[in-house]
């Protein structure tokens, strides 16, 4: 596991039964459930920041349902040719990769952190040998060069934290949509589809791309499936309920999976 930090003065912090300290006498206590809350009051954006029970629910029932399961494995394939030591999700959600990860390289000591205390909760309850930590990826809760590979799945971060985080040497997952990536469902939501953000802007001079790849694939879902891959993503409140209804009665051929996963090397 990497070094964990405090997150008021930086100083590591060490563990005694179930409370974490540091040297100035900040400590933390662990939740029952087998979490450690390392994000401060005045660095959360909201008071329940993260996914809404309602998204997390709809996210566990697809991701569970083994839709993207052809994404985790190639996410367990690029991270463990290193064979990491420690490896660090951040934005890990219910947990969904962060397990199969952990399964997949067992050598390794894996940590996931969310900023949705709900997320991380489900987390626990996936895997009980996992380091949960909820906390924000602009504000890692973990020492300088103590992370031998970092995973980020369709949430943000942060270029300055990755590189302070990251050991010399250490890689750097990022998995985003590509264009095409439900292409067919945007376009029964919406009047018009807009342009998918590229997945990496102003690329840090430390960091080079090792591999960069598109995964596709097709997907076909009942009618309870695709209620979930539109509960699970801002669609489901961006997009007006009656197209939802609509296209949940009528079905939808033609959904693709498109993903886009970049490696970068410390």
Not at 33 to 41: E, S
Not at 82 to 90: A, F, G, K, Y
Not at 179 to 196: E, G, I, K, N
């Amino acid at each position: 596991m990497p070094q964990l930090i405090c997150p008021h003065c930086h100083l590591p912090l060490t563990a005694s039964d179930r409370t974490w300290s540091c040297s100035n006498g900040h400590s933390y206590d662990q939740a029952r459930q087998g979490y450690l809350n390392l994000l401060l009051v005045q660095h959360k954006n909201s008071r329940q920041p993260g996914d809404t029970p309602t998204m997390l629910a709809h996210r566990q029932a697809f991701l569970d349902g083994g839709y993207y399961q052809p994404v985790s494995d190639r996410v367990n394939e690029l991270l463990g040719t290193e064979d990491p030591r420690s490896i660090l999700d951040m934005g890990c959600g219910e947990g969904y990769y962060t397990d199969r990860l952990a399964r997949a390289i067992p050598t390794a000591d894996c940590a996931g952190l969310d900023i949705s205390k709900e997320a991380i909760i489900k987390a626990c309850r996936r895997n009980r040998g996992i380091r949960w930590l909820v906390g924000s990826s602009a504000r890692l809760p973990v020492a300088d060069a103590s992370v031998d590979a970092a995973l980020c799945i369709f949430s943000p971060w942060s270029w300055q934290e990755c590189l302070r985080v990251l050991r010399p040497g250490g890689r750097l997952l990022l998995v985003g949509p590509h264009a095409d990536h439900l292409l067919s469902l945007r376009q029964q939501l919406y009047d018009s589809v807009h342009d998918t953000p590229e997945l990496i802007r102003n690329l840090p001079p430390e960091l080079q791309i090792v591999d960069d790849q598109v995964l596709r694939y097709p997907l076909e879902l009942s009618a309870e499936a695709l209620a979930d891959l539109i509960g699970m993503t801002p669609h489901g409140w961006r997009s007006r309920p009656e197209r939802q209804q609509a296209l949940l009665e009528s079905g939808l051929s033609g959904l693709e999976v498109v993903m886009r996963l970049v490696l970068l090397q410390r």
